[in-house]
């Protein structure tokens, strides 16, 4: 689904190519760029890596995110962080009846939207902290499944700042890289299900072989390997991983013993 058709937004300053651009990624996702721009104040290379995970090298990265934002009508640094004290839909209000009268109609009702989205992370922060499930109110709302979406964007955001952006497991810190992944499978899992102390940020090949049982983590946070990793087929992956590294603790979230636990006694293969 096309952005500016979706959202019948109109720029004069996007170009055709800037529109293409924008039309790769879905609406969410788009939402997403433009939340983080106008309230957090992330700069175009930070919203291409962290938020649509596409390399944003130091010199020439960040175009995906600037075609997306200017296809919102945003994109300058005079508008980067524009919306970084708003608490409240009034203070939005006010804030575009006092100072954004000259934005356009467009966008001002993006500025709303992303407004929607921020309240949603502040609402799915709460949540984390409070260490309550998060409940999907109707599987079929495509509202709802926005909404989720934006939970779990929350919680990867919360997981991989915990462990400053680098793997757990590795020194990998290339956010494009990184997951945030579950000890205790999403699938099985219950209460614990969304909760930073479930989750470990992982590089997507860590991430792999963990979900995997391939590796696996000891109560001293040392990292076992199975015995198919150690056949001879395996030998240069195993010589990377090591078997004596250790688990990388995050700054506050610690995984529950009761997780690594689980997973060693029940996705690990040994």
Not at 37 to 66: N, Y
Not at 152 to 174: H, N, P, S, T
């Amino acid at each position: 689904m096309a952005v500016n058709e979706s959202l019948n937004i109109k720029p004069r300053n996007a170009d055709s190519n800037q529109r293409r651009g924008a039309e790769r990624h879905s609406i969410e996702l788009c939402y997403e760029v433009l939340e983080h721009f106008l309230f957090d104040g992330w700069t175009h290379r930070e919203l291409q890596s962290k938020v649509l995970r596409i390399p944003a090298p130091k010199h020439g990265g960040g175009f995906e995110a600037m075609y997306i934002l200017h296809c919102f009508g945003f994109g300058g640094e005079n508008t980067r962080g524009l919306l970084k004290n708003i608490t409240s839909k009034q203070n939005l209000e006010d804030l575009i009846k006092l100072q954004l009268s000259n934005f356009s109609p467009e966008q001002q009702d993006a500025a709303r939207e992303a407004w929607v989205r921020h309240s949603w992370a502040l609402e799915a922060e709460k949540t984390l902290k409070d260490a309550k499930p998060f409940e999907l109110e109707n599987k079929d709302d495509l509202m709802s499944l926005a909404k989720r979406r934006r939970y779990q964007a929350k919680l990867r955001d919360i997981v991989l700042d915990d462990y400053g952006w680098k793997c757990a497991l590795c020194d990998i810190d290339y956010p494009a890289l990184l997951e945030a992944g579950h000890i205790k499978p999403y699938r099985i899992a219950e209460k614990e299900k969304n909760q930073p102390t479930n989750m470990l940020c992982l590089c997507v090949l860590h991430h792999r072989l963990f979900d995997l049982g391939l590796i696996s983590i000891e109560p001293d946070l040392s990292v076992i390997l199975s015995s198919e990793l150690k056949k001879s087929h395996c030998s240069p992956l195993s010589t990377w991983l090591g078997e004596k590294s250790k688990l990388r603790l995050p700054k506050c979230h610690h995984p529950l013993s009761e997780h690594l636990a689980f997973h060693r006694k029940t996705i690990f293969i040994g």
